[in-house]
């Protein structure tokens, strides 16, 4: 299987754009070109593939003008602009470059122009220069060509060069030269390069065919009075602030290949849809533990949520510890794997962010990339796995400056005033003064975790809680009250100093904002952020309510360090009560307040920056701060209104298709528009022009459409519009369908498929292969337990013996998960002993009442290298999805109620694997056996917990009363 673009696709199609040049005309109108030798040093400069040099005379005037066209990926042809190269030529620039448009017959053109001059011995030499991109047909000059052509397999500029009077031209009318011969080269051109009239891709006959596999707050229409009270605020920003109604004043950096930033769910709807809720899901990848039944189940609701279309998914092979790990093998084997999965899958330039689900390690201990290195002690040795994510650039090179405390470019520094805020691209380039650069730069991605449900985080149904109401709150201009608790607690000090600006900003532009002398909010009923500074955190008993929405956190040493034996307030007892998102540092920060949130990050987040974008704009020093929730939240977003002509749920769609996208918004007007197919994007256009996309570059049957409208402010708010549609262009069809839509977790589920003609049919879940079939139709069965609980997406792709023409995908099935019938439970024994009932291979017997400790069989007087045998019985409450973790070397077995669960073996691994146990039971008792076979460090880390809460939150070490044997 392929994905859209694989690196042979592309290769041909540059080189097929590349060679189109060559069929420029001699003869254009009045004007007659004549071949000249083209600058090598250009075009290697600009990393040309292809290029025509010409100089043409019109043969009715005598005029004369250059002509220079070259192609190449979009990448390079995009930086190099003649204010950069005549500069850098020995010319000097005598104005600033303006605009021109010229109506020709193939409709109207932009190109920017400007005069150079260069003295050369005693005289002066001007030219006059015109230059213009092309990708699809339109001749366009964009202020910034790097982001309006980051992506696509080629990319065609054109320079009009004319000699003479520095004075010349300066009216762009018929009686301009230049402004004659581009009526004419410009169709001629377009012929050439285009002559099937629509992109470069559609040139051939049989174009490449895709084989990738779709592989309580007011509803914002409620809310939108206030929203534009705000926006008429927002407009109002002076002294510094940033002016949402500026357009984007800042070039951009090139482009990374291997860049990175998720689970997905293809999104088919019976209807378009306009999507409010969620922000950039596009531009997300969702990285999920394949290992973990709770990584899976998150990402699945997350996904549904937040409409992250299914190629943005990342399954990760991980079967260590889930709370700590090394930076070697965090490099190699969980940030490397991403990084690589979205190269190859050719997302590069539209991942932003890097989203874990649950189940990861989230303290990265990093002591091989600092040691030597004289790092003061502040600088403690370990970073969690979202700073060191946000930081993937450094961190893949083995770079430490990573823990740097002013390593963040994107921090938006206050130098005593009040920040601008800045929406995010990960191919940005950021300087050490937090400057946009041309070139260069440094390049982060944003990261956070969906929940931690281990120690001292939260259950799964408290992380699946706080991805409800995040999503809810989107685009609600809430009415709630942001508070900062200042007190004399060094914890506040070091950063209260900005509280009172901060809140200050925030009245100015109508959000409720409030400092006040305390360590918690008490009995506040609109808690809509908490900024804190305090060791313990008692919310349970503020009597305050936190609103959907809210970030609240605490500057405080632990408060990421979510291990079971920590201390301090953890920052999950802030998403336990209703936070969307939160942070604390994995080790000691040693009170520097550069790692921590300043407070003008719930400015940035009132302007309508993501939760994610706001962190990151508010942390000099990232590296340790464990950032947990929904980082696609954005209760201020002025989310604009897409809607689509030419494209509807019940079309049939062929050929080249026109896509003629609008938006309604009461913010900063769209500066372009965007189309994504199945995830991927494939167009771009201004605000004004129609999308044009060839529907023959893919396979028949299902796709999912999306089309992005951003807004041009800097904060860079996007909506969608979704819909789904049927593609036939060969007459292949497809269907996939189940007798229910409901599957029972450990019991077979039944899909038929019927594709006629097909010689093959495969059934994927967020790009992972989970069944097949020989044949046209049949009956594939599936387990599942691969799926995770929740609602899930399965596709079929059905494969014809005769080539991509006789692929066909057919619609997406939708299937929810829900947990199996539960186990019973039997009649404990009477006499009962606290603690578990251990057994080794040379018949010592003992009791274990604590696993907490790294030694406990060694306490219960057993050696290292025994295997043994534990039994116990728990009593259950109230029926629930429970849990085991288990980390072991050697052979291990799990039964309970003598239903065999794990039979796993990890003697020849050379880490301890970590297995992760789900089982749905009943109240009452349950029998419970483990044996663990012998190996040269015989070891066991045991923990249990629920779904929801089991003796406190999260995943924790078995201990005291819990368990119990028979006397």
Same mark, same amino acid.
């Given at each position: 299987?392929?994905?859209?673009?694989?690196?042979?696709?592309?290769?041909?199609?540059?080189?097929?754009?590349?060679? &189109?040049?060559?069929?420029? =005309?001699?003869?254009?109108?009045?004007?007659?070109?004549?071949?000249?030798?083209?600058?090598?040093?250009?075009?290697?400069? +600009?990393?040309?593939?292809?290029?025509? !040099?010409?100089?043409?005379?019109?043969?009715?005037?005598?005029?004369?003008?250059?002509?220079?066209?070259?192609?190449?990926?979009?990448?390079?042809?995009?930086?190099?602009?003649?204010?950069?190269?005549?500069?850098?030529?020995?010319?000097?620039?005598?104005?600033?470059?303006?605009?021109?448009?010229?109506?020709?017959?193939?409709?109207?053109?932009?190109?920017?122009?400007?005069?150079?001059?260069?003295?050369?011995?005693?005289?002066?030499?001007?030219?006059?220069?015109?230059?213009?991109?092309?990708?699809?047909?339109?001749?366009?000059?964009?202020?910034?060509?790097?982001?309006?052509?980051?992506?696509?397999?080629?990319?065609?500029?054109?320079?009009?060069?004319?000699?003479?009077?520095?004075?010349?031209?300066?009216?762009?009318?018929?009686?301009?030269?230049?402004?004659?011969?581009?009526?004419?080269?410009?169709?001629?051109?377009?012929?050439?390069? /285009?002559?099937?009239?629509?992109?470069?891709?559609?040139?051939?006959?049989?174009?490449?065919?895709?084989?990738?596999?779709?592989?309580?707050?007011?509803?914002?229409?409620?809310?939108?009075?206030?929203?534009?009270?705000?926006?008429?605020?927002?407009?109002?920003?002076?002294?510094?602030?940033?002016?949402?109604?500026?357009?984007?004043?800042?070039?951009?950096?090139?482009?990374?290949?291997?860049?990175?930033?998720?689970?997905?769910?293809?999104?088919?709807?019976?209807?378009?849809?306009?999507?409010?809720?969620?922000?950039?899901?596009?531009? *997300?990848?969702?990285?999920?533990?394949?290992?973990?039944?709770?990584?899976?189940?998150?990402?699945?609701?997350?996904?549904?949520?937040?409409?992250?279309?299914?190629?943005?998914?990342?399954?990760?092979?991980?079967?260590?510890? $889930?709370?700590?790990?090394?930076?070697?093998?965090?490099?190699?084997?969980?940030?490397?794997?991403?990084?690589?999965?979205?190269?190859?899958?050719?997302?590069?330039?539209?991942?932003?962010?890097?989203?874990?689900?649950?189940?990861?390690? #989230?303290?990265?201990?990093?002591?091989?990339?600092?040691?030597?290195?004289?790092?003061?002690?502040?600088? !403690? =040795?370990?970073?969690?796995?979202?700073?060191?994510?946000?930081?993937?650039?450094?961190?893949?090179?083995?770079?430490?400056?990573?823990?740097?405390?002013?390593?963040?470019?994107?921090?938006?520094?206050?130098?005593?005033?009040?920040?601008?805020?800045?929406?995010?691209?990960?191919?940005?380039?950021?300087?050490?003064?937090?400057?946009?650069?041309?070139?260069?730069?440094?390049?982060?991605?944003?990261?956070?975790? %969906?929940?931690?449900?281990?120690?001292?985080?939260?259950?799964?149904?408290?992380?699946?809680? *706080?991805?409800?109401?995040?999503?809810?709150?989107?685009?609600?201009?809430?009415?709630?009250?942001?508070?900062?608790?200042?007190?004399?607690?060094?914890?506040?000090?070091?950063?209260?100093?900005?509280?009172?600006?901060?809140?200050?900003?925030?009245?100015?532009?109508?959000?409720?904002?409030?400092?006040?002398?305390?360590?918690?909010?008490?009995?506040? =009923?609109?808690?809509?952020?908490?900024?804190?500074?305090?060791?313990?955190?008692?919310?349970?008993?503020?009597?305050?309510?936190?609103?959907?929405?809210?970030?609240?956190?605490?500057?405080?040493?632990?408060?990421?360090?979510?291990?079971?034996?920590?201390?301090? !307030?953890?920052?999950?007892?802030?998403?336990?009560?209703?936070?969307?998102?939160?942070?604390?540092?994995?080790?000691?920060?040693?009170?520097? +307040?550069?790692?921590?949130?300043?407070?003008?990050?719930?400015?940035?987040?009132?302007?309508? *920056?993501?939760? +994610?974008?706001?962190?990151?704009? @508010?942390?000099?020093?990232?590296?340790?701060?464990?950032?947990?929730?929904?980082?696609?939240?954005?209760?201020?977003?002025?989310?604009?209104?897409?809607?689509?002509?030419?494209?509807?749920?019940?079309?049939?769609?062929?050929?080249?298709?026109?896509?003629?996208?609008?938006?309604?918004?009461?913010?900063?007007?769209?500066?372009?528009?965007?189309?994504?197919?199945?995830?991927?994007?494939?167009?771009?256009?201004?605000?004004?022009?129609?999308?044009? /996309?060839?529907?023959?570059?893919?396979?028949?049957?299902?796709?999912?459409?999306?089309?992005?409208?951003?807004?041009?402010?800097?904060?860079?708010?996007?909506?969608?519009?979704?819909?789904?549609?049927? $593609?036939?262009?060969?007459?292949?069809?497809?269907?996939?369908?189940?007798?229910?839509?409901?599957?029972?977790?450990?019991? =077979?589920?039944?899909?038929?498929?019927?594709?006629?003609?097909?010689?093959?049919?495969?059934?994927?879940?967020?790009?992972?292969?989970?069944?097949?079939?020989?044949?046209?139709?049949?009956?594939?069965?599936?387990?599942?337990?691969?799926?995770?609980?929740?609602?899930?997406?399965?596709?079929?792709?059905?494969?014809?013996?005769?080539?991509?023409?006789?692929?066909?995908?057919?619609?997406?099935?939708?299937?929810?998960?829900?947990?199996?019938?539960?186990?019973?439970?039997?009649?404990?024994?009477?006499?009962?002993?606290?603690?578990?009932?251990?057994?080794?291979?040379?018949? $010592?017997?003992?009791?274990?009442?604590? #696993?907490?400790?790294?030694?406990?069989?060694?306490? +219960?007087?057993?050696?290292?290298?025994?295997?043994?045998?534990?039994?116990?019985?728990?009593?259950?409450?109230?029926?629930?999805?429970?849990? #085991?973790?288990?980390?072991? &070397?050697?052979?291990?077995?799990?039964?309970?109620?003598?239903?065999?669960? %794990?039979? @796993?073996?990890?003697?020849?691994?050379?880490?301890?694997?970590?297995?992760?146990?789900?089982?749905?039971?009943?109240?009452?008792?349950?029998?419970?056996?483990?044996?663990?076979?012998?190996?040269?460090?015989?070891?066991?880390?045991?923990?249990?917990?629920?779904?929801?809460?089991?003796?406190?939150?999260?995943?924790?070490?078995?201990?005291? &009363?819990?368990?119990?044997?028979?006397?």
């Amino acid at each position: 299987m392929s994905e859209r673009w694989n690196e042979d696709e592309l290769a041909r199609e540059l080189e097929a754009a590349s060679k &189109r040049v060559e069929n420029v =005309p001699l003869f254009v109108g009045d004007w007659k070109g004549s071949d000249e030798e083209t600058d090598e040093s250009q075009l290697e400069a +600009a990393h040309a593939v292809g290029s025509l !040099t010409r100089d043409f005379r019109n043969v009715r005037t005598g005029e004369k003008l250059s002509f220079f066209v070259i192609c190449g990926k979009p990448r390079h042809v995009a930086i190099h602009t003649p204010d950069d190269c005549y500069v850098a030529s020995g010319f000097e620039m005598l104005n600033k470059p303006e605009v021109v448009e010229v109506e020709t017959e193939d409709g109207p053109v932009t190109f920017r122009t400007t005069v150079f001059k260069k003295i050369q011995g005693n005289a002066a030499h001007h030219v006059r220069v015109y230059w213009a991109w092309n990708r699809d047909g339109i001749w366009e000059a964009p202020e910034y060509p790097r982001l309006a052509y980051a992506w696509g397999p080629s990319l065609y500029k054109m320079y009009i060069i004319s000699h003479g009077d520095p004075a010349m031209e300066e009216t762009f009318d018929d009686d301009n030269p230049a402004v004659r011969f581009m009526k004419a080269i410009v169709p001629a051109t377009n012929n050439a390069l /285009f002559p099937n009239g629509s992109d470069s891709s559609a040139d051939s006959e049989q174009p490449q065919q895709a084989l990738s596999p779709k592989e309580s707050t007011d509803s914002p229409e409620e809310a939108r009075p206030r929203i534009q009270k705000r926006v008429d605020m927002l407009g109002a920003e002076k002294n510094g602030v940033v002016m949402l109604w500026s357009k984007l004043p800042f070039a951009f950096a090139h482009l990374r290949r291997a860049v990175v930033s998720l689970i997905a769910l293809l999104v088919h709807l019976a209807v378009g849809a306009v999507v409010l809720a969620g922000g950039g899901a596009e531009n *997300c990848v969702v990285v999920v533990n394949q290992n973990s039944w709770a990584s899976k189940t998150v990402a699945n609701h997350f996904i549904q949520l937040r409409n992250v279309p299914s190629c943005n998914v990342v399954y990760v092979d991980w079967d260590e510890g $889930v709370e700590t790990t090394d930076v070697d093998s965090f490099r190699s084997k969980i940030l490397t794997p991403v990084l690589t999965t979205i190269a190859g899958r050719h997302l590069d330039s539209q991942i932003d962010y890097v989203i874990y689900s649950v189940d990861f390690p #989230f303290e990265v201990q990093i002591q091989k990339d600092i040691e030597g290195r004289n790092a003061p002690k502040q600088i !403690t =040795p370990s970073g969690s796995i979202t700073g060191l994510t946000y930081f993937w650039e450094l961190v893949t090179a083995k770079n430490p400056n990573y823990v740097r405390i002013d390593a963040n470019g994107y921090y938006r520094r206050t130098d005593g005033g009040v920040p601008a805020s800045h929406g995010f691209r990960s191919w940005y380039g950021w300087d050490s003064q937090g400057q946009l650069v041309e070139a260069g730069g440094n390049h982060y991605v944003l990261s956070t975790m %969906l929940g931690v449900t281990t120690g001292r985080g939260n259950s799964v149904n408290e992380v699946l809680e *706080c991805l409800k109401r995040s999503a809810s709150a989107d685009a609600t201009s809430p009415r709630g009250t942001i508070y900062f608790a200042r007190n004399e607690d060094v914890r506040s000090q070091a950063r209260h100093n900005y509280f009172t600006l901060a809140a200050d900003a925030l009245q100015k532009i109508g959000v409720q904002a409030e400092v006040i002398e305390a360590v918690t909010p008490l009995k506040k =009923p609109d808690v809509q952020g908490a900024m804190l500074g305090t060791h313990t955190v008692d919310w349970g008993r503020s009597g305050s309510t936190i609103l959907p929405g809210a970030i609240c956190e605490h500057f405080t040493s632990f408060g990421g360090m979510l291990q079971e034996n920590a201390s301090q !307030t953890p920052l999950s007892e802030f998403i336990r009560y209703g936070a969307a998102g939160s942070s604390g540092t994995v080790i000691e920060p040693y009170a520097i +307040a550069e790692k921590f949130p300043s407070a003008f990050m719930q400015l940035h987040y009132a302007r309508g *920056c993501s939760l +994610a974008e706001s962190f990151y704009q @508010a942390v000099a020093g990232p590296y340790q701060l464990l950032i947990v929730g929904d980082p696609l939240c954005r209760p201020w977003a002025i989310i604009p209104l897409i809607e689509c002509e030419g494209l509807t749920s019940s079309d049939t769609l062929s050929g080249v298709i026109s896509l003629k996208p609008s938006a309604r918004t009461i913010g900063p007007p769209i500066d372009r528009f965007e189309l994504f197919v199945d995830g991927q994007r494939h167009a771009s256009s201004s605000a004004n022009r129609p999308l044009n /996309f060839d529907t023959r570059t893919l396979l028949d049957g299902y796709h999912e459409f999306r089309i992005v409208g951003i807004e041009a402010g800097n904060i860079e708010s996007q909506g969608s519009f979704i819909t789904g549609a049927v $593609v036939n262009n060969h007459g292949r069809t497809a269907s996939l369908s189940a007798k229910n839509d409901v599957a029972l977790w450990g019991q =077979p589920f039944e899909v038929t498929v019927d594709a006629p003609g097909a010689a093959l049919v495969a059934l994927y879940h967020n790009k992972q292969r989970i069944a097949s079939l020989r044949g046209e139709q049949g009956t594939m069965s599936i387990d599942p337990k691969q799926l995770g609980l929740g609602p899930v997406t399965l596709e079929a792709l059905a494969l014809g013996s005769g080539g991509p023409s006789e692929h066909v995908l057919a619609k997406p099935l939708q299937v929810n998960v829900v947990p199996g019938p539960p186990l019973a439970g039997e009649t404990p024994p009477e006499d009962r002993e606290i603690g578990w009932l251990l057994q080794t291979d040379s018949g $010592v017997r003992g009791v274990v009442t604590d #696993f907490s400790s790294g030694d406990w069989l060694r306490k +219960a007087g057993a050696e290292t290298n025994q295997g043994f045998q534990l039994s116990g019985w728990i009593s259950i409450k109230s029926q629930d999805v429970y849990q #085991f973790h288990l980390q072991h &070397r050697g052979r291990l077995t799990l039964s309970v109620d003598g239903q065999p669960l %794990l039979d @796993a073996d990890s003697s020849n691994k050379d880490h301890r694997e970590m297995n992760i146990v789900p089982v749905h039971l009943a109240a009452g008792s349950h029998r419970v056996e483990i044996t663990l076979t012998p190996t040269p460090e015989t070891r066991l880390r045991l923990q249990f917990g629920s779904q929801d809460r089991f003796n406190g939150p999260g995943v924790r070490s078995i201990r005291g &009363r819990q368990f119990w044997h028979a006397g």
